[in-house]
């Protein structure tokens, strides 16, 4: 959802998209809506002695969390007496996992981390707050603790509440801290509307064709060469549109050289199997998406497929701690579930950057992944790729 709004507060920005750009009442919303306010008001407030409570917007796909969130963000940062960062949570973690390898030998560095970052803001701006990997619960289990020992203002969104956070990973217990920091310190708010405002009317663009439809690949070159042309951050707006149509280099990404089948300045067009079947993480997709203005995937399988139960080795190492002798169980995977993550990292990727992805897939959007491990986050990708058919989608970008 785009709009133009006043800067005023939370509250008057929402009642201005219910007046004027014709949003539909939500009762969901606004229970965030206030929570949103009180923080603002407190932040704003002259006592600077008074504890500021943050916000934990969790609730289904598609319910408004993130358009919430960027109000009171853009609220905020209209008032320069208090600074205000925004982040996908993607992002946060790359830059924490940088800054932890350059304070390695430091003493406390989770503490001097935060001071670092109490140094620069007041108030963070998480989007998409998911937990899927140890070496990131492991970090937050002190790092959030941290910031609030700061002062530090945390205002976030999940499709998750804290207590289902990683809530099937291995060593889970060491995110237990963080979901314990989070309750403390943060206001809970189930935004669980019966509504995915993402799928309201809108002129369609389509970016999502079967193959072998008859026009199908005829409109993917189409659509190829004009590539959503958007001059790249600082790039003047000189224009080149050539096609690459013959055996284009390969792309180097987290530093393997991966095939494509076409590029030009401004698009990128990948094989399914060449980019999601590498082993790439969500760090090598923000890479993709700091290059390109448009990203083509195409020759997409089929995604669901039966889980099969997993084991850990006897006596092996986990990389956080020795496992105890014996079997332990490790959730049931499919094939196709490894690919499966790294194509949720890069749908996550395009939509919070406003990069149009136009994919190419064997079945429709709606069967496309119907039977996983990954079924419940697939639900959010499955709902930024409706949003992607319309035109308005990627228009804040272009603009």
């Known amino acids: 959802m785009t709009t133009s709004l006043p800067t005023a507060s939370p509250l008057t920005a929402y009642q201005h998209a219910l007046a004027v750009d ?7 919303q606004w229970r965030a809506v206030q929570q ?4 603002h008001e407190q932040l704003l407030s002259s006592d600077r002695a008074q504890p500021v409570s943050g916000v934990y917007l969790w609730g289904p796909v598609g319910r408004g969390k993130t358009w919430l969130m960027d109000q009171f963000y853009r609220c905020l940062l209209a008032h320069s007496s208090v600074p205000v960062k925004r982040l996908h949570f993607h992002h946060f973690m790359r830059w924490v996992h940088q800054r932890l390898f350059a304070l390695s030998g430091t003493a406390a560095p989770l503490q001097a981390l935060a001071r670092e970052l109490r140094a620069e803001t007041r108030v963070l701006c998480f989007d998409e707050l998911f937990v899927s990997d140890i070496g990131d619960a492991m970090i937050l289990g002190g790092l959030l603790q941290a910031l609030f020992d700061q002062g530090l203002v ?14 099937e990973g291995f060593n889970r217990e060491r995110l237990l801290p963080a979901i314990a920091a989070i309750e403390r310190h943060m206001q809970i708010v189930s935004v669980d509307g019966e509504q995915d405002h993402r799928l309201h009317p809108g002129l369609m663009r389509q970016r999502y064709w079967l193959s072998g439809e008859g026009s199908g690949m005829a409109e993917a070159f189409a659509a190829f060469a004009t590539a959503e042309s958007v001059a790249l951050p600082g790039e003047r707006d000189e224009r080149n549109s050539d096609l690459v149509l013959a055996h284009p280099p390969a792309f180097e990404l987290g530093h393997l050289p991966i095939p494509v089948v076409r590029r030009n300045a401004k698009a990128i067009w990948f094989r399914f ?10 760090l090598d997709f923000i890479t993709l998406c700091d290059q390109f203005a448009a990203i083509f995937v195409s020759d997409v399988p089929n995604l669901s497929a039966q889980q099969r139960p997993g084991r850990i080795a006897r006596g092996t190492e986990d990389a956080a701690e020795r496992v105890a002798a014996g079997d332990r169980q490790l959730p049931a995977l499919s094939i196709h579930d490894d690919s499966v993550r790294r194509f949720i990292a890069l749908v996550d990727e395009c939509y919070d950057r406003q990069i ?10 709606e069967v496309l992944y119907t039977e996983g491990y990954l079924s419940f986050p697939f639900r ?3 709902s930024r790729l409706k949003e992607m058919q319309l035109q308005r989608f990627g228009a804040a970008r272009r603009r």
Do not use: I
Request: aromatic share 6%; proline share 8%; hydrophobic share 45%.
């Open 22 to 28: 014709g949003f539909v009442a939500d009762s969901a």
């Open 36 to 39: 949103l306010q009180q923080c």
């Open 154 to 167: 945390v205002v976030a969104t999940s499709n998750q509440a804290p207590q289902q956070l990683y809530a």
């Open 273 to 282: 199997h060449d980019l999601c079947e590498q082993p790439l993480a969500a």
């Open 356 to 365: 149009p992805l136009y994919v190419e897939a064997a079945v429709p959007m």
């Open 380 to 382: 959010r990708t499955l």
